[in-house]
């Protein structure tokens, strides 16, 4: 049994070094047909479901960002990740009450998907004494079944939430809809650039557009093609999840 673990833990650890080169390989050609370098685009490891020896292997192999969804699986893996040198990001939907277990623990949240969420990211960090970063999380497909904010309401909340002390926003975030045509799909990622250069442009205090997070295992490319300078990378990098 401990050979069997051994040998599969050895073949695992192999096709994630062969995925991220892969992924790095696929991430300098979409950022070259983009104008930029892989340079310019940051590599996230989403860890949903992937125990901490995997992480840590993918962190041994050049890995700087992970992404967690959930604050209860985030806060149990955390004591066993290498973390020296990670920055650690919030991905999934945040509740109002989760929000004090996880403020202090990451060094951003990308789904800021309401003005509630904000401000009590903005009063949990106030009490703790800390700034934390925030993306908005936009439901670019205006879909009734995922979480995120309006299209037309993202301007309006940058303006609110400009004003919360304890946070800051530095990009937007988004998944748009499952899409089996690709013009489709990279209008939805093109729409989501045309937002953040907008709000880029107003120059509102304490809104900074720096990341521009889209694409996932499916998608990435098409993203850094319509300008994500980060991609939020699970299952292409450590295989099919393990529920």
Do not use: W
């Not at 370098?37 to 992937?50: G, I, Q, R, S, Y």
């Amino acid at each position: 049994m401990e050979k069997s673990l051994n040998e599969y833990r050895e073949q695992r650890c192999k096709d994630i070094e062969e995925n991220l080169k892969e992924i790095r390989d696929n991430i300098a050609e979409a950022a070259l047909k983009s104008g930029r370098t892989e340079k310019d685009v940051h590599l996230m490891a989403v860890t949903k479901t992937v125990e901490p020896y995997f992480i840590n292997h993918a962190i041994a192999n050049g890995i700087d960002l992970i992404g967690e969804n959930r604050v209860q699986e985030l806060l149990s893996k955390k004591p066993d990740l290498n973390l020296s040198g990670v920055d650690v990001h919030l991905i999934g939907h945040l509740q109002t009450n989760k929000v004090k277990q996880v403020v202090g623990e990451v060094s951003t949240i990308q789904s800021v998907d309401s003005i509630k969420v904000a401000k009590e990211i903005s009063k949990c960090s106030v009490n703790a004494g800390i700034n934390t970063d925030v993306l908005l999380e936009v439901n670019i497909g205006e879909e009734e079944s995922k979480n995120g904010l309006e299209y037309n309401q993202v301007l309006e909340i940058c303006h609110e939430m400009a004003e919360l002390p304890g946070i800051s926003v530095k990009g937007l975030m988004a998944i748009p809809p499952i899409c089996e045509n690709d013009v489709v799909l990279r209008q939805f990622f093109s729409n989501m650039y045309q937002l953040y250069v907008d709000i880029d442009n107003k120059k509102i205090h304490n809104i900074c557009m720096q990341i521009l997070s889209m694409g996932m295992s499916s998608d990435y490319e098409a993203a850094i093609m319509e300008g994500a300078n980060l991609v939020r990378v699970g299952s292409s990098i450590f295989g099919a999840r393990v529920y």
